[in-house]
């Protein structure tokens, strides 16, 4: 028989001409990992903040709590203080009104995003820079 090869070890099989590729006869693989997880992190011009796990399916009030123990606390390690403009998408849970609300309560200056569409990214290329220049009323 042929050898496969798997991560753990070599195993033989013996298979008939023609079959190799049948599923009885192919030993399943992960090629990437197979996993995934979720994370909230901040980040400006003066380095990263905090950088955070998020366990399970994220709810409004999940996101509200972890903007009201890492924002701030970002901002500060930063030494921003209070100078500083907030950026998020239109995800529902930065959305939400429990959310929204957090954010005025603190004080927050939030980048709103234009027709309630965030098309860019401070993450994506030239996403700052798109919006700069449609405020300067230049076309990008």
């Known amino acids: 028989g042929k050898p496969l090869r798997s991560l753990c070890a ?9 079959t190799a590729h049948h599923e009885a006869n192919t030993i399943p693989t992960v ?5 995934s997880i979720m994370l909230w992190g901040c980040f400006s011009a003066a380095g990263t903040g905090r950088l ?6 994220m709810n409004a009030a999940m996101y509200r709590d972890i903007l009201d123990k890492n924002l701030l606390q970002s901002a500060l390690d ?3 203080g209070r100078r500083f403009i907030f950026q998020q998408d239109n995800d529902p849970k930065h959305t939400a009104k429990i959310s929204k609300q957090w954010l005025q ?11 309630g569409c965030a098309q860019t990214s401070p993450i994506q290329p030239d996403g700052a820079s798109e919006v700069l ?8």
């Open 52 to 57: 955070v796990r998020i366990e399970g399916k």
């Open 10 to 18: 070599m195993r033989h099989v013996w298979r008939k001409p023609g």
């Open 31 to 35: 090629k990437h990992g197979g996993g």
């Open 78 to 80: 930063l030494r921003l």
């Open 133 to 140: 220049q449609r405020r300067m009323g230049k076309t990008a």
């Open 105 to 115: 309560d603190h004080s927050v200056n939030v980048l709103e995003s234009e027709n």
